[in-house]
């Protein structure tokens, strides 16, 4: 059977009048559930997009609240360091004279009932003076650089002086010991270092006792003092070396202030050396008591003077 172009159409109209809405209502689900799957989708990147913005806003929140808290925090120590920062004594103007000013012939004064003087000589530095056996001692230096200084000391009885002991370098300080020895406190270029000269070589021989302290040199050591029980106490203004001296050393701690003086005893039975008092800002003096339980070590830094228990503990 053939069927003709009429035939055809006809079965055609007949198949679309009868199967045409259902696939017509299986088309309009199919697009209406693809258009909700894509509106749902559309709402997941939109509150995506929504939650990771406020998730930005709310860190940028937060950062900018602790950089403005940070910021007022630096502007406060700021302010404190500057202003309000605790101060034992109000601090005093001092224009430090670049070096020290030639006066001639250096004197040592004599608190006496007529104050009269002692002529030491064309020595441009005197420091460090005691009276012993009733005369009188004087570290004294010729006032040329560190490298080609040399200091003597000095004894005179008021009609004659004498140089009785010389060394190289600043002679910072002396003391005598109870059995008659003299210990120095030496000051070089290459360090400090505490010497001992015994009381029967006198100008012959000056022994090194402590230079190093935990494999470090000494530093600028400025003074020493000698103990009824023997021990020898002995002052480092400053960690670091002198190299132009004891005063350019000091003032450069003076205006650094960085606090590194230190106090040590040496205890010359069991050679060994130990810490009495650290941080101080300009060790320049050291007093004992009679008694030798209290010591007195001066803070120029500080404008005050420390008064410790002689006996050896770090602090």
Known sequence: MRIG?????????????????QVALFVN?????????NARAARRRAEYAAQAAAERDALLKRFRTAST???VCILLALVYTLVFRPIDTPPQAYDAPAVRQDTGAAQTALATDDKGTLDLGEYQNVDCIRARDGLVYAAACDGAALKKCSSDLVRTDGGHTAAVLTVDG???GFAFDGSGDLWLSILTPGGGSLCRAAHDSWGTAVEQVVTQIDGA?????????AAPDGRIYFAVAAAAGAADGLESTLRTELLAHTGTGCVYV???????????LGGVAGAAGLALSPDGSTLYVSDLAS????RVSADAQII
Do not use: H, M
């Open 5 to 21: 172009l009429v035939e055809f159409l006809l079965i055609l109209a007949i198949a679309s009048l009868t199967i045409g809405p």
């Open 29 to 37: 689900r199919w697009l209406r559930r693809a258009n909700r799957v």
């Open 69 to 71: 808290v940070f910021g």
């Open 170 to 172: 600043e002679l910072t």
């Open 217 to 225: 040199p000494l530093g600028a050591v400025s003074a020493v003092e």
């Open 266 to 276: 040496y205890d010359p039975a069991a050679r060994s050396v130990q810490k009495v």
């Open 303 to 306: 404008r005050c003077v420390w």
